[in-house]
């Protein structure tokens, strides 16, 4: 399964993270967040990263040529679309960019809602489920309506986020079967700054149903 811990901005805490288990880092590219982070904070914080571990920016309603020009720089393996992009958005960056992995969120408001990732399947590689929050884009800390997505298998790999944590991540798995999760403010100290106990009961947690 995917691991993917979110919203790193401390580049001494990457090689932790990915030591402890992780299998992709994700960076907050939305300069509104609090866990927003530059080009060259990226840049330090792949340095010491194995070349196996997914690199993910995350963008929101950002452009073409800015979600471009920040994967080239800092060398980022996949890009994570957290706002309201269409198909046609999917369609455009991945002619820029056709080596990159293109994950789009969805922060799912209804089974209606949901039901529209089928309108991205020819344009994107991956999925990822986060809730809905009125006034923030992400890292709200808040849990999907698990029970609406027991029918959810699209025909791309998915991953759950949202309000995950290690006291609620083997429940969530014991109801669904995504292909990764992805966590942020489950396993934070303060926005940003990871709680690296949180990340190990995580791995420790996850091991022991896994292996
Ligand atoms: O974390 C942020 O600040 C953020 C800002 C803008 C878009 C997405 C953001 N984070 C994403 O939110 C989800 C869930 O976070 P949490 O576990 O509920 O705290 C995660 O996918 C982050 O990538």
């Given at each position: 399964m995917?691991?993917?811990?979110?919203g790193?901005?401390?580049?001494?805490?990457?090689?932790?993270?990915?030591?402890?288990?992780?299998?992709?880092?994700?960076f907050?590219?939305?300069p509104?967040?609090?866990?927003?982070?530059?080009?060259?904070?990226?840049?330090?914080?792949l340095?010491?990263?194995?070349?196996?571990i997914?690199?993910?920016?995350?963008?929101?309603?950002?452009?073409?040529t800015?979600?471009?020009?920040?994967?080239?720089?800092?060398?980022?393996?996949?890009?994570?679309?957290?706002?309201?992009?269409?198909?046609?958005?999917?369609?455009?960056?991945?002619?820029?960019?056709?080596?990159v992995?293109?994950?789009?969120?969805?922060?799912?408001?209804?089974?209606?809602?949901?039901?529209?990732?089928?309108?991205?399947?020819?344009?994107?590689?991956?999925?990822?489920?986060?809730?809905?929050?009125?006034?923030?884009?992400?890292?709200?800390?808040?849990?999907?309506?698990?029970?609406?997505?027991?029918?959810?298998?699209?025909?791309?790999?998915?991953?759950?986020?949202?309000?995950?944590?290690?006291?609620n991540i083997?429940?969530?798995?014991?109801?669904?079967?995504?292909?990764?999760i992805?966590?942020?403010?489950?396993?934070?100290?303060?926005?940003?700054?990871?709680?690296?106990d949180?990340?190990?009961?995580?791995?420790?947690?996850?091991?022991?149903?896994l292996?």
């Amino acid at each position: 399964m995917r691991v993917k811990i979110c919203g790193i901005t401390q580049p001494q805490q990457s090689l932790a993270i990915a030591s402890l288990g992780a299998t992709a880092l994700g960076f907050i590219c939305v300069p509104t967040s609090p866990r927003y982070v530059t080009i060259e904070q990226i840049q330090a914080a792949l340095v010491p990263l194995p070349k196996n571990i997914d690199t993910i920016g995350v963008f929101a309603n950002s452009s073409t040529t800015q979600i471009s020009d920040t994967v080239i720089a800092s060398n980022l393996t996949g890009v994570q679309l957290h706002g309201d992009e269409s198909p046609e958005f999917c369609y455009q960056l991945r002619q820029s960019l056709p080596d990159v992995e293109i994950i789009k969120a969805l922060r799912v408001r209804s089974l209606e809602h949901l039901q529209t990732t089928a309108n991205y399947i020819d344009y994107v590689d991956t999925f990822l489920l986060d809730a809905y929050h009125p006034q923030q884009l992400g890292g709200t800390g808040q849990t999907l309506d698990w029970q609406m997505l027991q029918a959810f298998s699209p025909s791309r790999p998915w991953f759950l986020a949202g309000g995950l944590t290690p006291d609620n991540i083997i429940y969530a798995l014991n109801q669904l079967h995504p292909h990764g999760i992805d966590l942020s403010s489950g396993v934070e100290l303060s926005p940003g700054d990871k709680d690296l106990d949180k990340v190990a009961l995580l791995f420790a947690r996850l091991n022991s149903v896994l292996m």
